[in-house]
């Protein structure tokens, strides 16, 4: 069960106790409304964060320090979750009881922690210039990765359209335009900003003290003069984009990648059926369009649908012969119209929940993963806890899952191929 704690207006620490665990994780995150403005400089500021302290100029004395607590890792957090995208610290350590006795994990990290947010090596009043440059050069290889992979370019594209009038439409790290134009002082500033009106989200796993953390914590930002702004719940969809679209680019194999909407969203109480719905569709290697696109008409050389409970958005990504595209989609929408018709059969039905039931279950398998489940729902305004989404799974009907395809409509196409010879 997780405990909550408010630690200061703005800052809540939530800490889900467990002692099964050799390990143990804390994660710290600043809550910003994803903007295309400041995606960048958000998503750079963890990593510059990493490179030093006043205490620990650089990364072969944060290793060590790292050692000595007992192999402990600190790595960068960068999310989108619905409407905010979510920038801080993801920490990884040994518990208390299985260091030697005597010796601390916890209470250290949390002072590093401290020290890694407030105590950053600085130069002319700003961040390092030259850890600023390099995690550029870190960040923009990684946005252009994302244009080698074709299958992730073409389904971030598709949102790009889709969402011209909502800001899930905007990338997770930003564009390489607006970070080749951050400075070291102008990314310090911003951070200022980020520390002192942002909503605070922590989160705990393992069998410590929560009291001493909880005190430990409240010190750090006690210390900030911090003046938090409340962020807007989580919306759905906002519509503003649609239509057709085509790009041409220099590939052998085509990605077609299509865009729904529906009013459910995990906030919801239809929840569990939009998500069985999407398991069965195309979330899977027993869903209908695995089956029946991909294994029985041999349309595509790969296919899959996912679901963004946050937004309420739905996507069937495929690798196609550019000249298939038609007969490709008319396949895609006369499984959807399967859905809708009820047309599912008991044991379609059985594997779509035991995909999901598998997966809820595998969420307490490691510190990490209840981390990432429990913040993920928490920030995203999930409004089931596993259990009851486990319950409602198990509770799906047929004519749920048929209701769920029902309330799905196709908002946008995007399709990349190759130049024609």
Same mark, same amino acid.
């Given at each position: 069960?997780?405990?909550?704690?408010?630690?200061?207006?703005?800052?809540?620490?939530?800490?889900?106790?467990?002692?099964?665990?050799?390990?143990?994780?804390?994660?710290?995150?600043?809550?910003?409304?994803?903007?295309?403005?400041?995606?960048?400089?958000?998503?750079?500021?963890?990593?510059?964060?990493?490179?030093?302290?006043?205490?620990?100029?650089?990364?072969?004395?944060?290793?060590?320090?790292?050692?000595?607590?007992?192999?402990?890792?600190?790595?960068?957090?960068?999310?989108?979750?619905?409407?905010?995208?979510?920038?801080?610290?993801?920490?990884?350590?040994?518990?208390?009881?299985?260091?030697?006795?005597?010796?601390?994990?916890?209470?250290?990290?949390?002072?590093? =922690? /401290?020290?890694?947010?407030? $105590?950053?090596?600085?130069?002319? +009043? &700003?961040?390092?210039?030259?850890?600023?440059?390099?995690? *550029?050069?870190?960040?923009?290889?990684?946005?252009?990765?994302?244009?080698?992979?074709?299958?992730?370019?073409?389904?971030?594209?598709?949102?790009?359209?889709?969402?011209?009038?909502?800001?899930?439409?905007?990338?997770?790290?930003?564009?390489?335009?607006?970070?080749?134009?951050?400075?070291?002082?102008?990314?310090?500033?911003?951070?200022?900003?980020? =520390? /002192?009106?942002?909503?605070? $989200?922590?989160?705990?796993?393992? +069998? &410590?003290?929560?009291?001493?953390?909880?005190?430990?914590? *409240?010190?750090?930002?006690?210390?900030?003069?911090?003046?938090?702004?409340?962020?807007?719940?989580?919306?759905?969809?906002?519509?503003?984009?649609?239509?057709?679209?085509?790009?041409?680019?220099?590939?052998?194999?085509?990605?077609?990648?299509?865009?729904?909407?529906?009013?459910?969203?995990?906030?919801?109480?239809?929840?569990?059926?939009?998500?069985?719905?999407?398991?069965?569709?195309?979330?899977?290697?027993?869903?209908?369009?695995?089956?029946?696109?991909?294994?029985?008409?041999?349309?595509?050389?790969?296919?899959?649908?996912?679901?963004?409970?946050?937004?309420?958005?739905?996507?069937?990504?495929?690798?196609?012969?550019?000249?298939?595209?038609?007969?490709?989609?008319?396949?895609?929408?006369?499984?959807?119209?399967?859905?809708?018709?009820?047309?599912?059969?008991?044991?379609e039905l059985a594997a779509a929940k035991e995909a999901i039931l598998s997966s809820l279950r595998s969420v307490y398998d490691s510190p990490g993963s209840i981390e990432g489940y429990e913040t993920t729902a928490a920030i995203g305004g999930m409004a089931l806890t596993v259990e009851q989404y486990r319950a409602?799974?198990?509770?799906?009907?047929?004519?749920?899952?048929?209701?769920?395809?029902?309330?799905?409509?196709?908002?946008?196409?995007?399709?990349?191929?190759?130049?024609?010879?």
């Amino acid at each position: 069960m997780i405990q909550v704690f408010e630690l200061l207006p703005g800052v809540t620490l939530r800490a889900f106790p467990v002692e099964r665990f050799k390990q143990g994780c804390l994660s710290l995150q600043f809550l910003r409304p994803m903007c295309r403005e400041e995606a960048a400089v958000n998503a750079l500021i963890p990593a510059v964060l990493l490179r030093g302290t006043k205490n620990r100029p650089d990364l072969r004395a944060i290793t060590l320090h790292l050692d000595d607590l007992y192999g402990a890792s600190v790595g960068a957090l960068v999310r989108r979750i619905g409407d905010y995208q979510t920038v801080g610290l993801y920490c990884g350590f040994i518990e208390d009881r299985y260091a030697l006795q005597g010796d601390k994990i916890l209470e250290p990290m949390v002072d590093f =922690l /401290r020290e890694l947010l407030l $105590e950053p090596v600085m130069e002319d +009043g &700003g961040f390092c210039a030259s850890f600023v440059e390099s995690e *550029k050069r870190n960040l923009i290889a990684t946005i252009g990765s994302e244009r080698n992979d074709k299958r992730a370019y073409a389904a971030a594209q598709m949102l790009r359209k889709m969402c011209s009038a909502d800001s899930f439409g905007i990338s997770r790290l930003g564009e390489k335009e607006q970070v080749e134009q951050i400075d070291p002082k102008g990314a310090w500033t911003h951070y200022q900003e980020v =520390l /002192r009106r942002s909503p605070v $989200e922590i989160f705990y796993v393992g +069998g &410590g003290d929560l009291q001493m953390l909880a005190a430990k914590l *409240k010190e750090l930002f006690s210390g900030i003069c911090r003046d938090p702004v409340a962020l807007p719940e989580q919306s759905p969809f906002r519509d503003g984009g649609g239509g057709d679209h085509t790009e041409i680019m220099e590939i052998t194999q085509a990605k077609l990648v299509l865009g729904f909407t529906t009013p459910v969203t995990n906030r919801q109480p239809q929840f569990p059926a939009m998500q069985v719905f999407n398991a069965l569709f195309g979330a899977g290697m027993t869903s209908k369009l695995f089956m029946n696109v991909r294994e029985k008409l041999s349309l595509c050389y790969s296919i899959g649908s996912g679901y963004y409970g946050s937004k309420g958005i739905v996507t069937v990504s495929a690798g196609i012969d550019a000249d298939k595209e038609s007969v490709v989609r008319q396949q895609i929408m006369e499984q959807l119209e399967a859905c809708r018709e009820g047309e599912i059969s008991r044991e379609e039905l059985a594997a779509a929940k035991e995909a999901i039931l598998s997966s809820l279950r595998s969420v307490y398998d490691s510190p990490g993963s209840i981390e990432g489940y429990e913040t993920t729902a928490a920030i995203g305004g999930m409004a089931l806890t596993v259990e009851q989404y486990r319950a409602g799974v198990e509770a799906v009907t047929v004519e749920d899952v048929a209701k769920a395809a029902r309330s799905v409509s196709l908002h946008t196409s995007y399709l990349l191929k190759g130049v024609v010879s």
